[in-house]
T-cell receptor, first 114, second 114 residues
Framework: GDSVTQMEGPVTLSEEAFLTINCTYT??????LFWYVQYPGEGLQLLLK?????DKGSNKGFEATYRKETTSFHLEKGSVQVSDSAVYFC?????????????FGTGTQLKVEL | ETGVTQSPTHLIKTRGQQVTLRCSSQ?????VSWYQQALGQGPQFIFQ???????GRGNFPPRFSGLQFPNYSSELNVNALELDDSALYLC?????????????FGPGTRLTVL
C-alpha cells in the first residue's frame, strides 16, 4: 500500500538558517503530494502541493519539488523564522481505490530559536 | 467563506461508551473525510463520504461508523470505546473526490477515553 517516510525530529535551527525536511514515498500510480503544517493545539493547514512529476509547490517561502525518479518531495526554506516552529507532515493522495484518501508521514517537529 | 468546523472541541468518555463527533464542511465542498491522529503520530484515514455514501475506508473496525447529510455535514460515531481510541479526530473537506484536490481540515475534536 501507499506509505510516506519523513525524517525524524525534532529539528532545531537558529533563526535565518536553511531548512530541509526529507520526505520519500511509496505509491502505485502517480499520486499528488502535499505538505501540511500543524501549529500547537490546532488542525492541519495546507502548506503547498504538487500534482505531477517535476512540479514545484511553493508558499510562504517554503518549496518542494515532486521528484518521481527518487520518489521524494523534500521541503525547503531558505531562512526560517521563530514563527515557523510547528510540526510538518508530508502526505500523498492516491489515484487508486476511489476518492482522495491522504496517507501521512509521522510528522517532523521544527523548533526555531533566536 | 466559512472553513471546516467541528464540535465538540474536547470530550471525555469512559471505556465502553459511545460517542458522536460532528463536522460541517467548507462551503461548496461535497466530500468529507475523517482521520484519527494519535499523540505524536500522523493522521490515519478512517473513511470518506461523497454525496452521502461511504467512498473509501481505512483499516478501522466496524464500530467506527459515519454519516453524511444532504448539506454535506458529517458525523463520526464510535461505539464500545476503548482506551486506544483516545486521539485527535480531524475532519477534512474537499470540493470533489479527486486525488488532485487538497483537503481542508477542521481544528479537530480531542477525545479522551478513561
Amino acid at each position: 500500500g501507499d506509505s510516506v517516510t519523513q525524517m525524524e525530529g525534532p529539528v532545531t535551527l537558529s533563526e535565518e538558517a536553511f531548512l530541509t525536511i526529507n520526505c520519500t514515498y511509496t505509491a502505485t500510480g502517480y499520486p499528488s503530494l502535499f505538505w501540511y503544517v500543524q501549529y500547537p493545539g490546532e488542525g492541519l493547514q495546507l502548506l503547498l502541493k504538487a500534482t505531477k512529476a517535476d512540479d514545484k509547490g511553493s508558499n510562504k517561502g517554503f518549496e518542494a519539488t515532486y521528484r518521481k525518479e527518487t520518489t521524494s518531495f523534500h521541503l525547503e526554506k531558505g531562512s526560517v523564522q521563530v514563527s515557523d516552529s510547528a510540526v510538518y507532515f508530508c502526505a500523498l493522495s492516491g489515484v487508486t481505490g476511489g476518492g482522495n484518501k491522504l496517507t501521512f508521514g509521522t510528522g517532523t517537529q521544527l523548533k526555531v530559536e533566536l | 467563506e466559512t472553513g471546516v468546523t467541528q464540535s465538540p472541541t474536547h470530550l471525555i468518555k469512559t471505556r465502553g461508551q459511545q460517542v458522536t463527533l460532528r463536522c460541517s464542511s467548507q462551503s461548496g465542498h461535497n466530500t468529507v473525510s475523517w482521520y484519527q491522529q494519535a499523540l505524536g503520530q500522523g493522521p490515519q484515514f478512517i473513511f470518506q463520504y461523497y454525496r452521502e455514501e461511504e467512498n473509501g475506508r481505512g483499516n478501522f473496525p466496524p464500530r467506527f461508523s459515519g454519516l453524511q447529510f444532504p448539506n454535506y455535514s458529517s458525523e463520526l460515531n464510535v461505539n464500545a470505546l476503548e482506551l486506544d481510541d483516545s486521539a485527535l479526530y480531524l475532519c477534512a473537506s474537499s470540493p470533489r473526490t479527486s486525488s488532485y484536490n487538497e483537503q481542508f481540515f477542521g481544528p479537530g475534536t480531542r477525545l479522551t477515553v478513561l
